[in-house]
């Protein structure tokens, strides 16, 4: 089988038209980096080494590199290991497991890395299993299937593992009843296998086991070494914005020596990283639960060409965004900044005047950046708005837009606006039509495009395009040298209005409550003194009928 050429038009996250080879009856061509970031337990990794020994692809297609976070004292290789197995340590300036997976794909040679935990047994078919996708496209991410085992030290030798595993009795080793899965398997069977999860597919990206082309994963960036915990989920997130598509392997599997830290102490890993999963990490979106907030990565990247606006437009344009219902975006003032001189000019009548006056007035903003130029995608940022100057988003359009791409799925949403004609029975004339783009959608659409195709029609057969009135709900002109109000929630006003209606219902429930027990003790009283009453009558009857 040959290294992938074609691109396939993968439309979202369903990769069902990929037919990959059986395992066993193709010939691979790619060469594999097995990553491996490593501190102490020098027997698990003795076990996971010689799992991979006993792997069924191609031995001279196949390296293993240890990166040594540190290991005291240091890693060594054991004696049963793959042939091309070596030891490189973490490179200077961090720590922990992103930062050691990190310095072992610096260091990797294959065309694929494939990511293991250092404390994992491989069945025999595991490597061969993912790699065989990725000989058909090269932006697939290939999540491996692993179950977890309450494993002590020494219970395996080395050579028990390397015999079982290269009789293809992996799964052996273990007492399936008495592992666990991974918390993603409900997600994955809920979505036909992740091809109807869409952009929520990279939930399910963990470091323990996947594979990605190298080149795929220098374009998203790399693992990020400040993730001390969760470096996976955050990884998977960029990931997905660079335009892969999410496949889980199920063909084959491992088994994972241990309990992850989530199992053991979820409540504490998840208060530690969901400070940093709310800084990076927008899949799903309410990750972000702190309104008003500016965040590392933005919910939004607005790109606004100021070229030929005037300070009045640009300020307009700008001020819409900044007071809408979404607080974390960002804005690109796209303009010949470079071409403004700071010599001698003159004050009023300088052709430069405007974008001196948005230099002034809007660069100082932490939001807004003047750029001559913006890249092809927002990335990471998931979603890219391109408004003209001089139109105001309202308050709720981001939000609705979001809402509208991410419920629908559209790879791209076009903002029609009026042009106005140049003179009577002229031609229409305008600053263009306003663009809500997904990043993923257009990271795809550009990676795959072939010479001459054009990248909205691409996205459009990737993932759907549509097309709306632009002056309905979203943008609106800008009025003469006014800023836009502030945008009302009318969502949260009516959370908050349902929250004042159920607390007077409450309080309504708690009067009729004691007045059915004020009435209960008034006819109790009542009853007591009819019964009295009825007793006195009663003697006095009595009295007189007695015999004299």
Known sequence: MTKPSARPRIRENDYGILQPPAVGQWEPALSVSVVLPAYQAQHKLDLTLAALAAQTYPAHLLEVVIAD??????????????????????????????????????????????????????FHDNVEAQVRWHHLADHLVVVGHKRFVDYRTATLTPQEVYDAVARGDGEKLFDSEESQGHHYEPFIEETDQLRAAGAQASRVFTGASASYHRAFYHDAGDVDSDMILGEDIEFGYR??????????????????????????????????????????????????????????VPGVEA??????????????????????????????????????????????????????????????????????????????????????????????????LIHLAEHERYGLVVLELPREPREPGGRAEGSGDARFEQTRA??????????????????????????IDGTEWALRPAGPDSPPDLADDWEAKARHWQSTAEKWQAQAHRLNDELRAIKARQNR??????????????RALLGRSAPR
């Open 239 to 296: 990931l997905g914005q660079t335009g892969a598509v999410f496949i889980p392997e199920l063909a084959s599997s491992s088994w994972h020596l241990g309990w992850s830290t989530t199992m053991t102490d979820g409540a504490r890993a998840g208060r530690y990283t969901r400070a940093f999963y709310a800084n990076r990490v927008l899949i799903p979106r309410n990750r972000r639960p702190d309104p008003g907030r500016q965040w590392r």
């Open 525 to 538: 009283r009542l009853s007591r003194r009819i019964r009295r009453g009825l007793g006195r009558l009663r």
């Open 303 to 400: 790109v606004v060409d100021v070229t030929d606006a005037t300070w009045e437009q640009a300020r307009a344009t700008v001020s819409g965004l900044t007071a809408g219902l979404v607080s974390d975006v960002s804005i690109r003032l796209v303009g010949p900044w470079s071409t403004i001189s700071d010599e001698r000019h003159d004050l009023l009548g300088d052709p430069r005047l405007e974008l001196r006056l948005m230099r002034e007035g809007l660069g100082d903003d932490g939001r807004v950046r003047l750029v001559e130029s913006v890249p092809k995608t927002a990335f990471p940022t998931p979603y890219r708005l391109h408004c003209p100057a001089g139109w105001v988003p309202t308050g709720a359009a981001l939000r609705r």
């Open 442 to 467: 257009f990271a795809r659409a550009h990676r795959i495009a072939g010479a001459g195709d054009d990248i909205d029609d691409v996205v459009r057969d990737l993932f759907g395009a549509h097309t």
């Open 69 to 122: 976070d540190g290991s005291d004292p240091p890693l060594r290789l054991p004696e049963i290991r793959p042939e091309r197995t070596r030891i490189v340590p973490s490179l200077p300036g961090g720590w922990g497991c992103a930062h050691a997976y990190r310095s072992g794909a610096l260091a990797a040679e294959g065309d694929v890395l494939v990511r293991l935990d250092a404390d994992m047994i491989c």
